[in-house]
């Protein structure tokens, strides 16, 4: 029981160290959508994702494989 409350005590430490370093954690109103950014890593993230299809095998696993171009080069 001992060591646990050690490494409570321990955890709380670090964690306020990292509070006075970085500051409290932000919390918002948890009614509002969550916006997103649409920057360029989320762009070139789905264009990445556009180029692979799901499959699914007769045991219910799932994975992807690259799409084949269909156009014919």
Known sequence: MANDEKFVNKFMH?????RKVFGPADQG???SP??????A???ESEEQLSQI?????SGGHH???KKTDQTGA
């Open 14 to 18: 670090a964690t306020d160290h990292l």
């Open 29 to 31: 109103d948890m009614d």
């Open 34 to 39: 969550v916006v997103h950014r649409h920057d």
């Open 41 to 43: 890593i989320e762009d």
């Open 53 to 57: 299809e799901e499959h699914t095998d």
């Open 63 to 65: 994975y992807a494989v």
